[in-house]
């Protein structure tokens, strides 16, 4: 027994004293869940010895070439972490002014791993998106009241209307089941967003997205329905029920209370306002099987209003929203979501920016102020097909948004909060080189099949028949991946990725943002903005006497 302890130590103290980084011929890491072999040369080994040979090509050499020459010096980090320090202690001036106006941005799928790779698709690791310079940063918990990963409806219902709800449905409470259109119809059942709030208060009102505006998410903000696909009335009558009983989102939003008085409505979808018989300016059809027109409708409610309807982006940037010359905005610039930024026309697609900016100059008019909910929708697209050059593209443009809001309002009565519905599959791994492109391949490792294998991956999604090809993998080498159409490899096949089940960030700047930090419920959120508002049928920051 003593004998077999003697040359255990003996045995480690030569690990640990002749590194296998340099042993010729070292056979595995010392510690291979840490390994770190790719960080040195590898010396010339025989042919015959396989298995070193293996490891050598599992671990390909890595240089780690700082951004600057500066970041050799311990004196740029401790720098760095002061200018750090500085921004936190500037936090404890907290700020309990009303909020006058409120935007929330909604980055739809906005996983925290996204804001990570996303950085490095702007070019480094060190890269801060623009609302993460905001000073209070939170974690939403996602989850829905029968579900554990949930979708954009029942967390439109929570981050916009205060109260969790069942997967698939807007603006109701629990005790409405997906479908249940009866259930739909019981007034008790309903709740009602921070927009109504908004509304009730004397505030002005508007949403942009990126998608259609009768998706889930903008729907979260003036429609109660028991499904977020019964869009038009024609998806109820497919379903079996009355749209008469059970009315569809796209005439809620032009004929219900809370839409109707909406100012600004912009996005796409044109589709679901549109009969059959008729077709867009693209030359699609519209889905709605009872005839009507919605969008006259629309211009019918507003006629004695100074009001205007677009349908590109020429005609937006021409529309006079500076001088006050316009009341309400409906823009429908696609006749499905908006294309990805990265295939838009310019001529035919506004940018999240532009669309944002005109929302403004309309709603700033108004004396007591405004809610404007934004959402850069198609970051979730993107993930669901595995691309997440897409998602990451589009994860800029709302990043654009959010500074040119922020910079063009005042700290002071201007609450903005930035957070994500849910998140996705997508994990960012491996052991790459500082500034390594986020959309190919880890170099710093190979897998034990010694093919190449990518730092973004998937769980699940359609990125499976790229990534295992029979009985082997594919070579990811022999791929541009880089094409926007490219599926990023996922373990699972899946026609579309899901989300997943992580909590998210929350972002805040302006009066009140110190309430954000912390982790919470999904649902506290319009809580939280209606306090910093001084609206809603709760607790607020002009009611509380025991402010601190």
Partial sequence: MMYQLCVYLALF????????????????????????????????LPAADQRTKRASATMPKLRFEPPTQTEHHAQYWNNLAQDI?????????????????????????????????????????????????????????????NVQVADSACTATAYLAGVKANYGTIGLTAAAALGDCQAQNDTANHVHSIAKWAQDAGLATGFVTTTE????????????????????????????????????????????HVGKQMR???????????????????????????????????????????????QNRIQLLETDTERGELD??????????????????????PTLTEMVSKAMDIL???????FLFVEGGRIDHGHHYTQPIRAFDETVE???????????????????????????????????????????????????????YATISYANG??????????????????????????????????????????????????????FSGTYEQHFIPHAMAYASCIGPRRTSCTNSEQS
């Fill in 364 to 370: 700033e008019r108004n004396d007591d102020g405004y």
């Fill in 85 to 145: 320090l500085d921004r936190q202690l500037h936090k404890n001036r907290l700020n309990r002014k009303v909020a006058k106006n409120v935007i929330m941005f909604l980055g739809d799928g906005l996983s925290i791993p996204t804001l990570a790779a996303t950085r490095v698709y702007l070019g480094d690791e060190s890269t801060e998106l623009s609302f993460e310079r905001f000073p209070y940063v939170g974690l939403s918990k996602t989850y829905c009241a």
């Fill in 328 to 349: 309400y905005l409906l823009g429908l610039f696609s006749s499905k979501h908006l294309p990805y930024h990265l295939d838009a026309d310019e001529r035919q697609i």
């Fill in 398 to 452: 709302f990043a654009k948004a959010i500074e040119m809001a922020r910079s063009r309002t005042s700290q002071d009565n201007t609450l903005i909060v930035v957070t994500a519905d849910h998140s996705h599959t997508m994990t960012m791994s491996g052991y790459s080189s500082r500034k390594n492109d986020i959309l190919g391949v880890n170099n710093g490792q190979r897998a034990d099949d010694e093919l190449p």
């Fill in 462 to 515: 359609p990125g499976y028949d790229r990534n295992v090809q029979r009985e082997a993998r594919l070579d990811l080498n022999r791929v541009d991946m880089r094409d926007k159409s490219f599926a990023f490899p996922s373990t699972v096949p899946l026609g579309l990725e899901t989300h997943g089940g992580d909590d998210v960030a929350v972002f805040a700047s302006g009066p009140w943002a110190h309430l």
């Fill in 264 to 310: 600004v409505i912009m996005g796409g979808g044109r589709r679901q306002f549109l009969p059959t018989h008729e077709t867009d300016i693209d030359g699609i059809r519209g889905k709605r099987t009872d005839g009507v027109d919605l969008i006259k409708h629309w211009q019918h409610h507003h006629s004695h209003h100074r009001s205007a309807y677009v």
């Fill in 213 to 256: 505006v009768t998706n889930a998410s903008p729907a979260g903000v003036y429609a109660h329905t028991a499904n977020r696909n019964w869009e038009s009335n024609g998806a109820i009558e497919n379903d079996g029920f009355d749209p008469t009983v059970c009315q569809d989102i796209a005439t809620q939003l032009i004929h219900g």
């Fill in 13 to 44: 103290g030569g690990l640990v004293s002749t590194s296998p980084l340099y042993h010729q011929h070292a056979e595995e890491e010392y510690d291979p869940m840490h390994p770190q072999r790719f960080l040195f040369e590898e010396p010339s």
